[in-house]
């Protein structure tokens, strides 16, 4: 019976999570592209998507396969680069809490893409939330890991143009951004999202405007707690999970 | 293989350990069948929204408004991805169509 729920539950979540195996196949296939062209081969992209599982994390990681690079540097670029997932696992106490000894898997694999799916997809009837988290966190971390292995076998050779084709990764987002508008509620705080981040990608530039825009949310959260509360108590807009 | 086998598998696991590190930081402060805090829960509901906003603007980056094509193919897909997804509340069809539309345009109208 045990098995049998997890085949349901994969069943059920594989089609939230075709728009990340769209998009991870290809930026996978990128970093599986850039490794082997430092001289490592596709066991090495596998290993490293693998036990890292971070895009942009193993983008940057490329960088530091060269004589002479410092530890220090690996620890301070790689945890800024990262430093947007420290907050979200505050969404996510709870759900995780259930997840018995899935709890430690699930954090490690919890990316922008997997995130944004364990908080805006509904959990289909009939199917354990624990399963289905579980499902969507391991489907998408194996379209990272073949991505990549792909890309580091394949090297330059792509069967076809695909410039633009990790597009597919902005349109998820903007997806799932419109569909929590259409549902009324969390505007406020899907506001001060956007607006923060445009602030300071204007004012800090594009590689340091996260830390701070992060920090403004906080701030603008915290700060505007009760009006949000008021607003959702009158029904225009709802902040319940 | 610029470096060694050693070092090399050492940077990746320092790399991983890091990684992990950011994302379990929040499970660590507030550890299971402790007491979440009232403030804790609201910003863990009030959050998504706001980090999927900032993700949006994440992955659009690297667009320059200043220099051509001032990001017109990301502001054309971006709009049919919204005006679709309105229109027809398909996640798949949205997003295909999208990512379709832009790979289009960079590569045949905005060159």
Redesign the interface.
């Known amino acids: 019976m045990k098995k049998k729920g997890y085949v349901r539950a994969f069943k059920a979540a594989f089609?939230?999570t075709?728009?990340v195996l769209?998009g991870y196949l290809f930026i996978g296939f990128a970093f599986g592209v850039m490794f082997q062209e430092?001289?490592?081969n596709f066991l090495?992209a596998i290993?490293?998507s693998v036990?890292?599982?971070?895009g942009s994390?193993?983008y940057l990681?490329v960088n530091?396969?060269?004589?002479g690079?410092r530890?220090v540097d690996?620890?301070f670029m790689?945890?800024m680069v990262?430093?947007?997932?420290?907050?979200?696992?505050?969404?996510?106490?709870?759900r995780?809490?259930r997840a018995g000894k899935k709890?430690a898997y699930m954090?490690?694999s919890?990316t922008?893409e997997t995130?944004?799916l364990l908080?805006?997809t509904k959990i289909p009837e009939g199917v354990a939330e624990d399963k289905f988290l579980f499902a969507i966190a391991l489907l998408d971390h194996l379209y990272w890991i073949a991505g990549s292995a792909i890309g580091a076998i394949a090297g330059a050779v792509i069967p076809f143009?695909?410039?633009?084709?990790d597009?597919?990764?902005?349109?998820?987002?903007?997806?799932?951004?419109?569909?929590?508008w259409?549902a009324g509620g969390?505007?406020i705080?899907?506001?001060?999202?956007?607006v923060?981040?445009?602030l300071f990608?204007i004012l800090c530039g594009?590689d340091n405007?996260?830390l701070p825009?992060?920090i403004c949310?906080?701030i603008c959260?915290?700060s505007s707690?009760k009006y949000?509360?008021k607003n959702s108590e009158k029904g225009e807009d709802t902040?319940?999970? | 293989m610029p470096l060694s086998t050693g070092k090399s598998l050492l940077i990746i696991a320092v790399v991983s350990v890091v990684t992990f590190l950011t994302r379990v930081i929040p499970f660590l402060l507030f550890p299971k069948g402790k007491e979440i805090p009232p403030l804790i829960k609201y910003l863990g509901a009030v959050l998504p929204p706001a980090v999927i906003g900032m993700l949006v603007i994440y992955c659009l980056k690297s667009v320059n408004l200043f220099v051509y094509p001032h990001a017109a193919p990301e502001l054309i897909a971006a709009a049919v991805v919204v005006i679709l997804h309105i229109w027809k509340r398909n996640n798949l069809l949205s997003i295909g169509v999208g990512t379709v539309l832009y790979m289009f345009l960079i590569q045949q109208v905005f060159i």
Request: aromatic share 20%; hydrophobic share 55%.
């Open positions: 089609p939230y075709i728009p769209t430092k001289g490592y090495w290993f490293m036990v890292v599982y971070a994390g193993q990681a530091f396969f060269v004589p690079i530890f690996v620890i790689t945890f990262n430093v947007r997932h420290i907050f979200y696992g505050l969404s996510l106490l709870e995780f809490g709890r954090i490690f919890l922008d995130y944004s908080c805006t143009n695909a410039q633009g084709i597009f597919a990764m902005t349109a998820l987002f903007i997806v799932i951004f419109t569909e929590q259409l969390k505007r705080p899907a506001v001060i999202g956007v923060s981040a445009v990608r594009s405007f996260v825009s992060m949310i906080m959260l915290v707690r949000i509360e902040y319940a999970a």
